[in-house]
């Protein structure tokens, strides 16, 4: 039952070339800072990535597409990367965009194992082309598919050897659903406790979903954009 790992590298061992990544974050706020390291020393490529954005430039996921590491983004929301822009026009880079409630409805239906859903979002623009439409109560739907992954890579604000975790604040926003939707889910702690130490009330995730848990150090939280109010 103890699922902690000595190391960051240890715990991406076995991701390979053309897998299928989710990472958790919303913006940089939550990135699995030391796996995503791990996974650009580690040079795999041709990999998908299912993640709420990309990351910016230079920072985050953005790190990973910069060396030319991701294949297909399945994201919403990718204002903030350069890089990402440039690959895209290129056409370099696949891209699948979808709306973030969507995104997140998709992520949450595969790990609970649902089929598909009808929604209204999107309906009638680029986001339904090739997609199968309804008309359900007199309102037009689009059939959204789940999505899963070989791979979640996720950061926790505690865990335990159980892989029992709690997240903190926007930290926790995508993180919960994607330990669903991965095969194999491995959590960055910031801190690892002992068990019992994390309130059951506060689990957000249950150990059952997760299947590595590594201890992070050294985090930068970096912010994307700063803004302060101009003194007087």
């Known amino acids: 039952m103890d699922k902690v790992v000595n190391s960051p590298a240890e715990a991406i061992h076995d991701l390979r070339d053309g897998a299928t990544l989710m990472s958790g974050g919303f913006g940089l706020c939550g990135n699995p800072e030391?796996?995503?390291?791990a996974i650009h020393a580690k040079g795999v490529t041709g990999l998908t990535v299912i993640s709420n954005n990309c990351g910016t430039t230079e920072l985050g996921l953005g790190a990973l597409l910069k060396s030319r590491q991701i294949k297909k983004m399945i994201s919403s929301y990718v204002g903030e990367n350069k890089e990402f822009e440039r690959q895209f026009l290129g056409g370099e880079l696949e891209v699948e965009l979808c709306p973030q409630g969507t995104l997140a409805e998709r992520i949450r239906a595969g790990g609970a194992g649902i089929g598909g859903f009808y929604t209204p979002t999107g309906y009638g623009t680029k986001a339904a082309e090739g997609k199968e439409t309804r008309e359900l109560d007199?309102?037009?739907?689009?059939?959204?598919?789940?999505?899963?992954?070989?791979?979640t890579i996720v950061r926790a604000h505690r865990a335990d050897r159980w892989g029992n975790c709690s997240f903190r604040k926007t930290a926790r926003n995508f993180s919960p659903m994607m330990c669903m939707a991965g095969k194999i889910t491995i959590v960055e702690a910031e801190e690892i406790v002992e068990l019992g130490a994390i309130d059951p009330d506060q689990v957000h995730?249950?150990?059952v979903f997760?299947?590595?848990v590594v201890r992070g150090e050294h985090y930068e939280k970096w912010i994307e954009q700063r803004t302060v109010r101009q003194r007087d």
């Open 210 to 212: 997760v299947q590595r």
């Open 34 to 37: 030391n796996l995503i390291r």
């Open 205 to 207: 995730i249950p150990g």
């Open 138 to 151: 007199g309102k037009m739907y689009v059939l959204e598919r789940p999505l899963v992954a070989d791979f």
